[in-house]
């Protein structure tokens, strides 16, 4: 859908385009050999700007707000990619995308057993999120009525 879409887009978009690309593959092979720490709540246990814009951008797409719902949904076992696939009816490349994208943000996370991958929500990740938003809600006046309603434990 990307490749069909390129054609709309000036030269400079085009080049945004690969540029990013470009920074997710590396970004990517840093995060496989280990070098970068995986998104995480600061040592205070608050989720740092970077990470909530990170977060709040991965989750700013119809798919991936779709994926991420559903993952929440089935709970902290996750689902399989072919359950993923058959739910929300997407191409493989589509989901793959999309899944990374999750993942990289800190949303998301992975395991295999045998031959199958499961994908599960942090759920500590996305309540870090709703956290990080409501911090200064309010900032005192009716407290009561301005708190986040309820942490979602699995």
Not at 125 to 146: K, P, S, Y
Request: aromatic share 6%.
């Amino acid at each position: 859908m990307e490749m069909f879409a390129a054609n709309n887009l000036t030269m400079s978009e085009r080049f945004l385009m690969r540029l990013q690309r470009a920074h997710e593959a590396k970004r990517s092979a840093v995060i496989s050999m280990g070098l970068e720490s995986s998104v995480n709540p600061d040592r205070s246990g608050t989720m740092k700007e970077k990470d909530a814009i990170k977060a709040l951008a991965a989750l700013a797409q119809p798919t991936r707000l779709g994926i991420f719902r559903l993952l929440v949904s089935a709970g902290p076992d996750g689902l399989s990619v072919g359950v993923i696939q058959e739910h929300l009816d997407l191409a493989s490349a589509t989901l793959s995308f999309h899944l990374k994208e999750l993942t990289h943000a800190g949303l998301v996370s992975s395991r295999q057993e045998g031959r199958f991958i499961y994908y599960a929500p942090e759920i500590d990740q996305m309540n870090g999120l709703v956290d990080f938003l409501t911090e200064n809600c309010c900032q005192g006046v009716d407290a009561a009525n301005c708190k986040p309603r309820k942490k979602i434990k699995c």
